[in-house]
């Protein structure tokens, strides 16, 4: 159980485009869910806090109108990274939590892997 | 500020021995800690967790010690196995509204068959 998919596995797009990210869970109602990004051989670094419902809760130093949040339901949440750059590049990770036995834990998706050329 | 380290970024062990991977926090907030295991391109994978309530939680292979005056945590791995190479993070949380979880830098374990 808990079960958490993301879609696309890896895209890579032009620059100035718009890439949807899409993070499910697939076995439970996730309350909460959660954007991180991981750099090369760094740590996962908290984007957005998101739920369901509700505004997403940005971290600081993250654009909110760039990486626009959507947590429409208790099972779905997507990150649209706006008019994508180059630097934007990135390993992006979602994580939900609402299932399992602790109360706490988060379950991650299997990441999105983003290239903008 | 680094609420949570891990500074170890890599450890090498022979398979059937015993891993030790540490991981020091600064928030005596945190009420909460879990280890993920990571492999390349994919995302975490819960492990195991521990309230600050305990001081010790095991489940098969791996044992998560907790000694809250010395705010660290250590997670034992035995007997380790080459399945286990992966990088490993430890998080800490807080319970509360927001509880996210802050983590560690990462250590990369590698077993060597």
């Known amino acids: 159980g808990a079960v958490v998919s993301q879609h696309p596995s890896r895209v890579i797009c032009k620059s100035g485009t718009s890439v949807k990210i899409e993070c499910r869970s697939l076995?439970?109602?996730?309350?909460?869910m959660f954007w991180y990004r991981q750099f090369p051989k760094q740590s996962l670094m908290l984007m957005a806090t998101?739920?369901?419902?509700?505004?997403?809760?940005?971290e600081q130093g993250v654009e909110k109108d760039k990486f626009l949040i959507n947590h429409a339901s208790l099972t779905l949440s997507t990150l649209t990274v706006t008019s994508a750059h180059p630097e934007d590049s990135s390993f992006y990770i979602c994580s939900a939590r609402g299932g399992g036995n602790a109360v706490e834990t988060q379950y991650f998706g299997p990441g999105t892997r983003l290239l903008v050329l | 500020d680094q609420q949570v380290k891990q500074n170890s970024p890599s450890l090498s062990v022979q398979e059937g021995r015993i891993s030790i991977l540490n991981c020091d926090y600064t928030n005596s907030m945190f009420d909460y800690f879990l280890w993920y295991k990571k492999y390349p391109a994919e995302g975490p994978t819960f492990l195991i967790s521990i309230s600050s309530i305990k001081d010790k939680n095991e489940d098969g292979r791996f044992t998560v010690f907790l000694n809250k005056s010395a705010k660290h945590l250590s997670l034992h791995i035995v007997p380790s196995q080459p399945g286990d190479s992966a990088v490993y993070f430890c998080?800490?949380?807080?319970?509360?509204?927001?509880?996210?979880?802050?983590f560690g830098s990462g250590t990369q374990l590698t077993v060597l068959p």
């Open positions: 076995d439970f109602q996730a309350t909460t």
């Open positions: 998101s739920n369901e419902g509700s505004k997403a809760t940005y």
């Open positions: 998080a800490a949380g807080r319970s509360g509204s927001a509880r996210q979880l802050t």
